[in-house]
């Protein structure tokens, strides 16, 4: 017994020095992936935090939506509708992407945003399930679901007596376009609290988002401060809007025939040079780098383009890039490889674009679209970030008198940082409009009620 006693000792030290450098190559190891950014990819995770208590309440009927539009449009259609079911005492189904649009993505939620997060973060507001039960399945013949899309702009009256009701009837509702169908204003603090809380909490982007739009903040932050432009020239943009400045003749009858070929898009004729002057058109990429230098931007300004490709590709881009040559899109930072994933899925490239344009250090929007609005209202929840919104109005007139030699540079530049001083994101409330909700401001712009500077409003 007393000379096993040692060996045992011996085999336990042994045992403890394998162990010690075992930990001293893992962490060797990881100190290397980070060194090289091969562990950057995803950020770590917080720790899970403690789950919400589920809401308990006797559910009306089964809520399913499709949602319509691009990434931005259709978060906040989300947003709305989470809240509509909260009002109706709904179960909610995890809500179907277009797949229709122009953009052709194939996307579904899962592939966007965190679906266990945002089920679980709402389970207190919400019950939603991730399918209707097979009992009320399409098989099912004793089961109608009702299709229809709400009336746009609409408040709780509405929906508590217009929609509700139907559930006596119907076990399934099923909304087929539900972009703007909310109204801006005139809805319970508690549902626009709501709407705040599924926006910047539940609506989470997948880790392998996430973690590659963290990984553009940081190869941008090391370079320095930065601007996001979100350069809003791509050819959907062009052809929706029927804004031709600029464009040549043919290039201009390409993205006519493209906007007829869209039922669900204008197929009226459209004034582009009475459009532009109202402010309606977004600014061309020449525009845009007249419009930053006359901000005092300089030219060693580090600009991120957030956007999908430029129409005109790199020969449209050049007078932007002749102005700001540290000019840089996702498709320069990133490995080709490590982007391949996400290429031709539309709304997860606008995803990345997304996180990028919330951490810039100043972001502005050559139109006012969905991302413009919903990247605004970001900023605004994180502090009131430094968002520039354009007064296109204004600009053309002052382009048009630059351009045309009317006045110098020096008057353009002065005009230009006149009309912007107070146009910079700042706390204030909504405009509201009665019986004029599209010319509102809109709610995911500004959502006031959810800011530190709420009771400015009250």
């Known amino acids: 017994m007393a000379r096993s006693r040692p060996r045992v000792w011996l085999v336990a030290g042994c045992a403890a020095v394998l162990l010690w450098a075992s930990v001293a190559q893992l962490v060797a190891v990881g100190r290397l992936l980070l060194l090289f950014g091969l562990a950057g990819d995803v950020d770590p995770s917080p720790p899970p935090s403690a789950l919400p208590p589920p809401r308990i309440y006797k559910s009306n009927g089964y809520l399913k939506i499709s949602c319509n539009g691009g990434l931005n449009q259709m978060r906040s259609e989300i947003c709305d509708m989470v809240a509509v079911a909260r009002l109706l005492n709904l179960t909610m189904v995890v809500p179907e992407l277009d797949k229709r649009s122009f953009w052709a993505d194939q996307s579904n939620f899962g592939d966007i945003f965190d679906v266990r997060h945002f089920i679980d973060s709402l389970r207190d507001e919400v019950h939603i399930i991730k399918q209707l039960p097979e009992k009320l399945g399409p098989g099912d013949s004793d089961i109608i679901i009702l299709e229809m899309p709400p009336v746009s702009w609409s408040d709780e009256k509405y929906y508590l007596h217009q929609i509700l009701p139907l559930f006596s009837k119907y076990s399934v509702i099923h909304f087929n376009k539900t972009d703007a169908r909310l109204a801006n204003n005139g809805i319970s603090t508690e549902l626009q609290l709501l709407r705040c809380r599924v926006n910047f909490h539940a609506l989470k982007f997948t880790p392998q988002i996430e973690g590659l739009g963290n990984k553009l903040v940081h190869k941008l932050r090391a370079k320095g401060s930065f601007v996001a432009l979100h350069l809003r020239y791509e050819m959907d943009m062009l052809a929706f809007s029927g804004c031709n400045h600029g464009l040549s003749p043919e290039e201009a009858e390409e993205l006519k025939k493209m906007r007829y070929a869209y039922p669900w898009w204008r197929d ?106 919903l990247v605004e209202g970001h900023r605004r929840f994180l502090g009131f970030r430094r968002s520039v919104v354009l007064d296109r109005r204004k600009l053309v007139e002052l382009l048009d008198l630059y351009t045309n030699k009317t006045i110098s540079w020096d008057n353009f530049a002065s005009s230009v940082r006149e009309a912007h001083k107070n146009r910079v994101a700042q706390p204030s409330c909504r405009r509201k409009l009665e019986n004029r909700p599209k010319e509102e401001d809109y709610f995911y712009a500004n959502p006031h009620e959810c800011l530190a500077n709420s009771t400015l409003c009250s």
Request: with cysteine; net charge negative; hydrophobic share 40%.
């Open 268 to 373: 009226k004729e459209i004034d582009s040079q009475a459009k532009r002057s109202q402010g309606l058109c977004p600014l061309t990429p020449e525009e845009a780098s007249l419009v930053l230098k006359a901000l005092g931007f300089q030219k060693d300004a580090l600009i991120y383009i957030a956007a999908g490709e430029i129409y005109g590709g790199d020969r449209r881009l050049e007078p932007l890039r002749a102005a700001f040559p540290n000019l840089v899109r996702k498709e320069m930072l990133l490995d080709s490889e490590v982007l391949r994933q996400f290429q031709n899925h539309s709304s997860q490239m606008a995803a990345l674009d997304f996180i990028v344009s919330t951490a810039s250090d100043v972001f502005i929007p050559t139109f006012d679209g969905n991302m413009a609005k």
